[in-house]
């Protein structure tokens, strides 16, 4: 276990590496470790994720701090200065359907080096892409992703590395932890060995090389819809 996520990175981390890192929006995201590679200061990194968070949270920083040269995302629509900065050409983006990016983040943690899939079979994003017939249909090649580095949140780790989540905040982690040459896991709470059933396991520790305690603080809400409470009849 380590104590300085910054100190920790600096070791791991270099200019031009490719980070993979869990969380949907600013739901399970780690939120320290994203912290502690801006103040590594590494550039022209590649950054593999669901989105990129929203101006001045979660990944957005990294945005922010110009860090960023290449993004391998499903959405961007909450991050004004993200889709600012890919319009103007300063950012290079490469779009995924949401489902297609969880599985190159699984096939890469599989050892699959490329799969074929049906979606996206006629647009802009089968374009340059392999195509090839199976039972009369026709499918697209797509690549697993390996990243240099993976960074996840969890709810709870033993000493060893095994990786238990807390409902939606699951979201992408679990593929993101197998998919990274090293990966370090931002954790809740830290438990010793044996104290996490077996079958409670989600991310087996031998895919997690480190593990950090994560900070408290306030979990923030990207957008928060309410309805009025009714009477009960």
Sequence with gaps: MHTDSTELLNGLL?????????????SGIPMDLIEAVRETGVKNLTIVSNNMGVDGKGLGILIESGQVDRVIASYVGENRLFAEQYLAGKLHVEFNPQGTLAERLRAGGAGIPAFYTKTGVGTVIAEGKP????DGETYVQERGIVADIALVRAHMADTQGNLTYRYTARNFNPVVATAGKVTVAEVEQIVQEGQIHPDHVVTPAVYVQHIVQASERVKDIEQLTV??????V
């Design 227 to 232: 309805r009025s409470r009714t009477a009960l």
């Design 14 to 26: 270099t200019d031009g590496a490719t980070i993979a890192v869990g969380g949907f929006g600013l």
């Design 131 to 134: 195509h090839a017939e199976f």
